[in-house]
């Protein structure tokens, strides 16, 4: 599909682009010809996991009223990743941080209104999804009207939830140009795979890789491994991504995977790419989130003309990979001299 809206020569504004999703769409927009490429974090750059010398880097936190003024100055296109998140376990232990990510894309909505940028994204989750309808690990679909009536995840679904009404009504109301999907657990590499923050995969990637250089060969499950999800490559999610920007579609839309597999099986995955067979630990009061959660893709295939083209496997090899290569470039987890 061939781009207009984001290389027509406006410029293009990506927040949270120190982060894991964030930097894969600044990469692909460089690829694609973006030249006026402006990528925001509030981290210091030294701590992003993409950065590329030939875009306006800015570190603000956008939290702060005045900072999205700063940030949004002379913008056209908004496309905003920018989140205090994590894993489940991170969205566990930090409910209330999570809410304050309210404070992000409420100022930015009102900055792009003011300044009247030409489009506007906010990159939603699945957790908004009501909770009743993921209570089994059974092979169930959610639709986009299933968020309504609305018992979204705890803090990072509730925010998330709400952000989408915000940008809903901001269109109506204000005219903001602004959409918004909802991603179903992205994984690949550069990304979070330690400290708390990382997702399942890049966590189980990490406690594979650890197994194989260390020889120590115990690994720890929360759960019972039961839960159910579907992942997406983050190469699928940025194609989709900047399709649904194209299309000017308000949203909500899914991007995600229609195949989902039990946590067990993804480790049992990792476990054949890394060529070695962990003892398994289940930890039964660790946190789990829902019993189960998978993509409907249907109006992505109407609207967009997509489906993933990354198979699970094929995806968990190069992140395996990337990860692998992370942690034996460390001195205390070289392999053992046999």
């Keep these: 599909m061939s781009a207009t809206i984001l290389t027509d020569g406006g410029s293009v504004l990506v927040c949270g682009a120190g982060g894991f999703i964030g930097g894969h769409m600044v990469a692909a927009l460089r690829r694609r010809g973006v030249r006026c490429l402006r990528a925001l974090d509030i981290k210091p750059l030294a701590e992003w996991y993409q950065c590329f010398e030939d875009v306006d880097n800015r570190v603000l936190d956008l939290r702060d009223t005045r900072s999205c003024r700063l940030a949004i100055d002379a913008v056209d296109h908004v496309i905003n990743f920018a989140a205090d998140m994590g894993g489940m376990g991170f969205i566990a232990a930090h409910r209330a941080e999570c809410m304050l990510n309210v404070l992000i894309n409420t100022h930015l909505l009102v900055a792009a209104r003011d300044k009247g940028v030409r489009s506007y994204y906010f990159a939603s989750s699945a957790c908004v999804y009501n909770q009743e309808l993921q209570d089994n690990n059974d092979i169930i679909r959610l639709r986009e009207s299933d968020a309504w009536p609305a018992l979204p995840e705890e803090g990072y679904g509730l925010e998330k939830l709400f952000a989408e009404e915000m940008c809903r009504l901001f269109r ?121 959660r998978c993509s409907d893709n249907t109006l992505a295939r109407e609207v967009l003309n997509w489906s993933p083209s990354v198979t699970l496997y ?19 987890l070289a392999p053992r001299q046999r």
């Design 172 to 292: 109506r109301d204000f005219g903001v140009p602004a959409s918004y999907a909802r991603y179903h657990n992205v994984y690949g590499p550069h990304g979070a795979y330690e400290g708390g923050r990382e997702k399942a995969p890049a966590a189980l990637c990490r406690k594979v890789a650890e197994a194989k250089l260390t020889g120590n060969k115990e690994l720890e499950i929360w759960g019972d491994g039961e839960q159910r999800r579907s992942f997406l490559y983050v190469d699928d999610c940025i194609d989709a991504t900047i399709r649904f920007v194209e299309s000017q579609e308000q949203g909500p839309l899914n991007i995600g995977s229609e195949d989902s597999v039990t946590i067990n099986e993804l480790l049992g995955m990792i476990e054949e790419i890394a060529g070695i067979k962990c003892d398994r630990m289940y930890k039964s009061n660790g946190p789990q989130g829902v019993r189960g």
């Design 314 to 332: 094929q995806g968990l090899q190069q992140t395996y990979e990337w990860v692998y290569n992370q942690l034996a470039s460390r001195s205390k």
